[in-house]
């Protein structure tokens, strides 16, 4: 559930993109940024190994605007794809409201997308380690 802060009148809403390792979420998060970097004033944090794959996590915060009185600010987060982090992706996960699941549009990588979705389920059933 969002975070809402009733001194400071404000609610916090984390939305992570989840998906397979090269399936395009960071690259998604850069055309958020890109397309309103009018309206979003805040830079994009991002952690990326040598070959540009996310190593920890991709952060972009931004302010929607008043809600009823509420300052409404959106988290995106996107985690790394790779098998290896399982680790980190269930960090990232902690506390989301809502999940985009990116998945890569090339059949050769239905397996992966299928694999990647399965995690995301036994995180949320709380069976993986
Ligand atoms: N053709 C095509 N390439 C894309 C698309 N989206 C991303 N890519 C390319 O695919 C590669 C991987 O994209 P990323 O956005 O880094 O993928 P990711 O899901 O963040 O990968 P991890 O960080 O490893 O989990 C990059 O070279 C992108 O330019 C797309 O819609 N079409
Ligand atoms: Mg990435």
New binding site residues.
Partial sequence: MAFVNLKEKEIQVKIVYY?P???????NLEYVHRKFAKRINTEMVTVKTHG???LFFDFLPFDIGVINDFKVKIQLY?V???IKYNATRKLVLRGVDGIVF?AD?MVLRREKNILSLKNLQCRFRNQCD
């Fill in positions: 998906g390792g090269r399936g395009g979420k960071t690259s540009d794959r996310t996107t790394p794809g790779q990116v549009a």
